[in-house]
Structures are given as structure tokens and as C-alpha cells.
């Protein structure tokens, strides 16, 4: 009987785990380098990956607050596809 219950928690505690792991693939933000130097040169202004991570979680968060950046991401892709 004590064995069972300590593969069961052994067996919870593995599934917490992979939940975990899980959730933290699905939410993280990687951000290549060459990228970061790209936002750098352009804004002039250091940033860093996690600073752009931060914004691009609250950015798909709280979409509510970003219907301009909506609309220049469709004007940009619509000039994407034409170009």
C-alpha cells in the first residue's frame, strides 16, 4: 500500500512537472539576438531580449490596448505581400 502511494505521488509530481514545462513552452518568448540588434539599431536605444519578451507577452495579453500596432502590422504585411 505504501509503495502504491509513493509512485502515485512520484507519478503526480512528474505530471506537475511536465504541466510546468509545458505551460513555460507555450508562454515563452524567445527572441533571436540578430533580432534584438536590429530593434537596437533602429531605435537607438539599447534594449534587451527579456525587455522585448516582457512587451510582446503584455502585448498578447492585453491586445485590447494595441489596436495600432494592430493596424501597422496589417499595413506592413499587406506591403509585404505586394513587394
Known amino acids: 500500500m505504501e509503495v502504491t502511494k509513493k509512485e502515485r505521488d512520484s507519478l503526480e509530481d ?8 509545458l505551460h513555460k ?3 515563452e518568448q524567445v527572441i533571436p539576438t540578430d533580432q534584438v540588434d536590429i ?14 519578451s516582457d512587451l ?15 493596424t501597422f502590422m496589417r499595413e506592413r504585411s499587406v506591403i509585404l505581400l505586394l513587394t
Open 25 to 27: 513552452m507555450n508562454y
Open 14 to 21: 512528474e505530471i506537475a512537472t511536465k504541466g510546468r514545462e
Open 39 to 52: 530593434v537596437d539599431k533602429k531605435l537607438n536605444v539599447p534594449t534587451n531580449a527579456k525587455e522585448l
Open 56 to 70: 510582446m507577452l503584455d502585448f498578447r495579453q492585453y491586445l485590447g490596448l494595441y489596436p495600432d500596432i494592430i
